[in-house]
């Protein structure tokens, strides 16, 4: 059973639009939540995190939403430029344990 | 820094083959990490290690097997090579789980083919 769900593969965004990326999740007993950004042909690179404290961090066009009530975190990016087309994970830090990944949302931003 | 680099970028392998990718990392972490990458499957654990001489298995840990003999080096070892084992590899270091805030860092990968 999967503890950290991103429902969907693909997201198409215009360019200077809000882009939304979800992500769910079922083990409440966390530290942190990341997000991670991939390229293709590269390696991921982190982008932003939350601790299970917060229900909001914001990093420039970049802030996440958690809402510890619905199980459920968000990367909102704004505006959104095409050199945001990546691979986004969102993972979860959960005591000594490794970080659990999401099957990832491939985010398109069309000029 | 070089951060975390794998060799190699590429291989190429038939059936029943083996082969072992090198991870180094330059940051001194203790915690380092291998997965892998498959079309819609994100990113599965292999193996872990939590210092030198430590290894663990992961979320999909068959047909791997893994060695952590300096901090600086982890070793993942394919024994007897297998198509479903065509994937893109990624390794991975942090500092320490138990720090209040952990960022894995990750190598470029290595994109193996079975035959």
């Known amino acids: 059973d999967q503890q950290v769900k991103q429902n969907s593969p693909s997201l198409s965004v215009q360019e200077g639009r809000i882009s939304i990326l979800n992500c769910d999740y079922t083990n409440s007993m966390f530290d942190y939540f990341l997000w991670y950004k991939k390229y293709p042909a590269e390696g991921p690179t982190f982008l932003i995190s939350i601790s299970s404290i917060k229900d909001k961090n914001e990093d420039g066009r970049f802030t996440v939403f958690l809402n510890k009530s619905a199980k459920h975190l968000s990367l909102h990016i704004v505006p959104s430029q095409p050199g945001d087309s990546a691979v986004y994970f969102c993972a979860q830090r959960a005591g000594n344990t490794p970080l659990v990944f999401g099957k990832g949302t491939r985010l398109s931003v069309i000029a | 820094n070089a951060g975390v680099t794998q060799t190699p970028k590429f291989r190429v392998l038939k059936t029943g083959q083996s082969m072992t990718l090198l991870c180094a990392q330059d940051m001194n972490h203790e915690y380092m990490y291998w997965y892998r990458q498959d079309p819609g499957m994100g990113l599965r654990l292999i193996h872990y290690?939590?210092?030198?001489?430590?290894?663990a298995k992961g979320e999909v840990p068959d047909g791997y097997n893994v060695s952590r003999l300096k901090k600086q080096n982890f070793l993942l070892g394919l024994e007897s090579a297998a198509p479903s084992q065509t994937s893109v590899y990624f390794c991975?270091?942090?500092?320490?789980?138990?720090?209040?805030?952990?960022?894995?860092?990750f190598g470029p990968g290595t994109r193996l083919t079975v035959l």
């Open positions: 991975a270091s942090s500092y320490n789980e138990r720090a209040d805030f952990n960022e894995q860092f």
């Open positions: 290690s939590v210092g030198e001489g430590t290894t």
